[in-house]
């Protein structure tokens, strides 16, 4: 294999090298010099040696960089861009010394520029909604997909850290696709509450991970986590929330939107796209503490809203945060489960799907529409995910009449997406 020397002194490898049968092979830890194609989803983007695929992270289309191969799979390869030899205009300076190869694998994008993060995040879901979700260019286009950013900038947004321990007791953050901790100062997008806390410079030794919260509300708590049990730190062991128009509290480890305006900002979404009536029935499924019901109730009178949720920390936020809306019912089960054993059934009007991130599955979103819904308003936190459920939805012949974007998580490679179904004409 020959080398060339960039002007950083790191040795730069030829696209030329080892060959079977005419193609060349890849090795781990082999630096290859490359130029990046397309976006990728999971924050990378697409290049390829001698037709083989490599996902690059920390590279932007159209430059021209050096490679560090760090997986191999069977029909692909992963890297890391480790030195840039011909920049985007899209390429700015990561604000935090740890968003590079080898170290935090948290943020995927503090290399791009925050309106090219927005452009990135909405080729991630016209990809996957065609690839996946089987729709065509003109029906995305139609959808007029953006993503819109959420005040407060693209750094001091997060409201909930988890910070893991490694063996010598000091908490920081996890590389990418691995279990080893990389000690950090602090994290540039937690929040500013959070950054101030000591945990970074305090040893952990009795603990897995410690986890911090700065609510809405305005408290600030740390929470030891040890083989799954939590312990106290500071702070209060719940916390107070505010968001659609409520007061809220729940478990500090209680699952709540990490970004200070997500919650209201989902709420709106679905309001706006559902539109709900006096008198319209309403389920809000993967409900958590009722976010999404309370909304609702507060547009459907008197009809009945039913909450459905498997978390029994969730179903106890939910009871404890709605017990002043009678006609709520809060039902504690694996939503599959409530649906197919008819713990809940139609006629429903309208439906709330806020599922975890491996999407809803095609038997829920069967199951929702035999009942008979005139709308569904469907939350995701993963592109792919969505887009199989899309799938699933105009197998059946609605189609997404609308879609949302959303930057809950700058400088990561997440999105959120806000869809609204509507049944055949």
Same mark, same amino acid.
């Given at each position: 294999m020959t080398a060339a020397t960039g002007g950083s002194g790191v040795p730069r490898p030829s696209a030329t090298g080892p060959d079977v049968d005419g193609r060349r092979v890849l090795e781990e830890a082999?630096? %290859?010099?490359?130029?990046?194609?397309?976006?990728? /989803?999971?924050?990378?983007? %697409?290049?390829?040696?001698?037709g083989q695929v490599v996902f690059v992270r920390h590279a932007l289309p159209g430059e021209r960089v050096v490679a560090e191969i760090t997986e191999l799979h069977r029909g692909f390869a992963r890297a890391d861009a480790v030195e840039v030899l011909d920049a985007s205009p899209d390429r700015v300076v990561p604000p935090c010394p740890y968003a590079k190869p080898g170290a935090c694998g948290g943020c995927d994008l503090q290399h791009v520029a925050p309106a090219a993060q927005l452009a990135w995040k909405v080729a991630v879901v016209r990809e996957q909604l065609t690839r996946l979700g089987g729709l065509t260019d003109a029906e995305v286009d139609a959808l007029g997909v953006a993503v819109e950013a959420l005040p407060g900038g693209p750094?001091?947004?997060?409201?909930?850290?988890?910070?893991?321990?490694d063996a010598a007791g000091r908490a920081g953050l996890l590389k990418?696709?691995?279990h080893e901790v990389v000690p950090i100062d602090r994290c540039r997008i937690a929040h500013p509450a959070i950054q101030e806390l000591p945990v970074l410079g305090t040893p952990w030794p009795e603990a897995d991970?410690?986890?911090?919260?700065?609510?809405?509300?305005?408290?600030?708590?740390?929470?030891?986590?040890?083989?799954? %049990?939590?312990t106290p730190v500071s702070g209060p062991e719940t916390v107070r929330e505010r968001a659609a128009g409520r007061d809220w509290t729940? /478990?500090?480890?209680?699952?709540?939107?990490?970004?200070?305006?997500?919650?209201?900002?989902?709420?709106?979404? %679905?309001?706006?796209?559902?539109? /709900?009536? /006096?008198?319209?029935?309403?389920?809000?499924?993967?409900?958590?503490?009722?976010?999404f019901a309370a909304a609702l109730a507060g547009r459907v009178g008197d009809?009945?809203?039913?909450?459905?949720?498997?978390?029994?920390?969730g179903v106890a936020a939910a009871r404890q945060n709605l017990a002043d809306l009678p006609r709520v019912e809060v039902v504690a089960a694996r939503v599959e489960t409530a649906l197919a054993r008819r713990r809940i059934t139609g006629p429903v009007e309208l439906v709330v799907l806020d599922p975890p991130r491996s999407g809803a599955g095609a038997q829920v979103v069967r199951d929702v529409l035999a009942a008979g819904p005139r709308a569904v308003a469907y939350v995701a936190c993963d592109p792919a995910a969505f887009a199989r459920d899309v799938r699933t939805f105009t197998d059946a012949g609605w189609r997404l009449a609308a879609l949302r974007g959303y930057d809950l998580f700058p400088m990561?490679?997440?999105?959120?997406?806000?869809?609204?179904f509507l049944p055949p004409a």
């Amino acid at each position: 294999m020959t080398a060339a020397t960039g002007g950083s002194g790191v040795p730069r490898p030829s696209a030329t090298g080892p060959d079977v049968d005419g193609r060349r092979v890849l090795e781990e830890a082999e630096r %290859v010099e490359l130029t990046v194609d397309a976006i990728a /989803p999971g924050g990378h983007c %697409v290049a390829r040696v001698d037709g083989q695929v490599v996902f690059v992270r920390h590279a932007l289309p159209g430059e021209r960089v050096v490679a560090e191969i760090t997986e191999l799979h069977r029909g692909f390869a992963r890297a890391d861009a480790v030195e840039v030899l011909d920049a985007s205009p899209d390429r700015v300076v990561p604000p935090c010394p740890y968003a590079k190869p080898g170290a935090c694998g948290g943020c995927d994008l503090q290399h791009v520029a925050p309106a090219a993060q927005l452009a990135w995040k909405v080729a991630v879901v016209r990809e996957q909604l065609t690839r996946l979700g089987g729709l065509t260019d003109a029906e995305v286009d139609a959808l007029g997909v953006a993503v819109e950013a959420l005040p407060g900038g693209p750094l001091g947004w997060r409201s909930r850290v988890r910070y893991a321990v490694d063996a010598a007791g000091r908490a920081g953050l996890l590389k990418h696709r691995s279990h080893e901790v990389v000690p950090i100062d602090r994290c540039r997008i937690a929040h500013p509450a959070i950054q101030e806390l000591p945990v970074l410079g305090t040893p952990w030794p009795e603990a897995d991970a410690v986890e911090t919260v700065a609510s809405t509300g305005g408290d600030v708590s740390v929470t030891a986590v040890r083989e799954g %049990v939590t312990t106290p730190v500071s702070g209060p062991e719940t916390v107070r929330e505010r968001a659609a128009g409520r007061d809220w509290t729940l /478990p500090a480890s209680g699952f709540w939107q990490v970004h200070p305006a997500a919650a209201d900002t989902l709420v709106g979404a %679905v309001l706006q796209l559902l539109d /709900p009536k /006096p008198g319209e029935r309403a389920w809000d499924l993967y409900g958590g503490a009722g976010l999404f019901a309370a909304a609702l109730a507060g547009r459907v009178g008197d009809a009945r809203v039913t909450l459905v949720e498997s978390s029994a920390d969730g179903v106890a936020a939910a009871r404890q945060n709605l017990a002043d809306l009678p006609r709520v019912e809060v039902v504690a089960a694996r939503v599959e489960t409530a649906l197919a054993r008819r713990r809940i059934t139609g006629p429903v009007e309208l439906v709330v799907l806020d599922p975890p991130r491996s999407g809803a599955g095609a038997q829920v979103v069967r199951d929702v529409l035999a009942a008979g819904p005139r709308a569904v308003a469907y939350v995701a936190c993963d592109p792919a995910a969505f887009a199989r459920d899309v799938r699933t939805f105009t197998d059946a012949g609605w189609r997404l009449a609308a879609l949302r974007g959303y930057d809950l998580f700058p400088m990561t490679q997440h999105v959120e997406l806000v869809g609204l179904f509507l049944p055949p004409a």
